[in-house]
């Protein structure tokens, strides 16, 4: 039997969420998923928001709760999205020592002293000189490695233009070294599924390019992530995410509990 996990969504702790945890797991266990993580933001930097350790709590207590409540349906996983963690490394450090987790999400949305990617599609900017810093940042993160997934790698694409082939010349060298760094430190790249539900193109983040070359370069662990900010796009692209992964060379997928890695047969 095809093992279905969803390892990245929101509830209404994280700022642009708006449900309760136990209406995330109900839609995962009407969809067949086997394992559901609950990732809620905690952004740091430019977009920190001053009651992060409010809303860390409160998520932290609702997947406790709803553990129990649905044992023997569902696997609930704590998790968090730290965005940004090397834009403030205390605050990071602080974060990741308050609570126990399953997994980390690492994430950028935008780059020192800089707006999130999506407030940059109208301003004009050059993408390749932003794509060059968000790339070189990505391996400052990966260097640092304090998180477990490495999420959504081509989250820029899909507001400075890159819509069609990726910019493989301009961009291989970097990726290569990202890559690898992950491999060597045990990372898992995240298969982001949101844009096959709710972005024009269908296109998940990344693509089959980037997952062989993870794969060249010896990249073992990927997890599946619907980035859910709703309960119905729960477990959204999760199969064809996977087909995707079996297309990239790939014949498992990865899953975490307690911060450490497991392999499951696609």
């Known amino acids: ?6 390892h990245h969504t929101h509830s209404h702790h994280s700022f642009d969420g708006s449900e309760p945890i136990e209406a995330l797991a109900e839609a995962a266990v009407s969809r067949g998923l086997h394992a559901l993580a ?3 933001h905690c952004d740091l930097g430019l977009q920190c928001v001053p009651d992060w350790e409010e809303r860390l709590s409160g998520s932290m207590e609702e997947i406790s709760k709803n553990r129990a409540a649905f044992q023997g349906k569902l696997t609930l996983l704590a998790g968090i999205e730290l965005g940004q963690p090397l834009h403030d490394l205390q605050h990071a450090a602080d974060v990741l020592g308050r609570f126990s987790y399953d997994l980390v999400i690492g994430s950028l949305h935008n780059l020192r002293e800089t707006e999130d990617f999506y407030f940059l599609q109208d301003a004009g900017a050059d993408p390749r000189m932003l794509l ?3 790339f070189d940042e990505l391996l400052e993160m990966t260097r640092w490695g304090g998180f477990d997934i ?3 790698l081509t989250y820029p694409y899909r507001y400075l233009g ?5 910019p493989i010349a301009c961009f291989e060298e970097k990726l290569r070294e990202i890559f690898t760094g992950l491999a060597h430190g045990g990372k898992a790249l995240e298969l982001n599924t949101s844009g096959l539900v709710r972005s024009p193109g269908g296109r998940t983040s990344p693509g089959l390019w980037e997952l062989r070359l993870f794969r060249e370069c010896g990249g073992e662990f990927v997890t599946l992530g619907s980035d859910a900010h709703r309960c119905a796009h729960v477990g959204g692209g999760i199969r064809e995410g996977l087909e995707l992964l079996r297309a990239a060379g790939f014949r498992y997928q990865a899953s ?4 450490r890695a497991a392999a499951f047969p696609i």
């Open 1 to 6: 039997m095809q093992m279905l996990f969803d």
């Open 38 to 40: 609950v990732t809620d």
């Open 132 to 134: 060059d810093r968000y």
């Open 150 to 152: 490495l999420a959504h």
């Open 162 to 166: 890159y819509t069609d082939t990726p």
């Open 256 to 259: 975490f509990s307690r911060r």
